[in-house]
């Protein structure tokens, strides 16, 4: 019995040491979080559609034909109605 304990204490040191080490190592490894957003901000931002990709953004979408016939009469634009019956990801609509 006392050959078992004191191998298993002497595998517990090992892995403790073991881990130690690698724990030190991947703590000089490690990214500052304010670094991780700092590259996060500057990726979004190059990765933004130019303004000639968003001009859908600028149609002026309405959620009921009461606006949309209002609006449409006073800025003499016409009105796109669109229903959905069916499933719009499968182009059924």
């Known amino acids: 019995m006392l ?3 004191r191998s298993f204490g002497v595998l517990l040191i ?3 040491v073991v881990g130690g080490i690698a724990a030190t ?7 500052s979080d304010a670094k991780i ?4 901000e500057k990726t979004v931002a190059e990765r933004q559609p130019p303004a000639d990709d968003k ?3 600028e149609i002026g979408w309405v959620t009921d ?3 949309a016939i209002r609006l449409g009469k006073e800025y003499n634009r016409p009105i796109y ?3 959905v019956d069916g499933q719009v990801n499968t182009g059924r609509c």
Do not use: P
């Not at 190592?25 to 990214?31: G, N, P, V």
């Not at 957003?37 to 996060?40: D, F, G, I, L």
């Open 3 to 5: 050959k078992h304990s």
């Open 55 to 57: 001009r859908f953004d």
């Open 81 to 83: 109605l669109m229903t």
């Open 14 to 16: 090992a892995a403790l």
């Open 25 to 31: 190592t991947l703590a000089k490894d490690r990214i």
């Open 37 to 40: 957003v700092r590259w996060v």
């Open 65 to 67: 034909i009461r606006t």
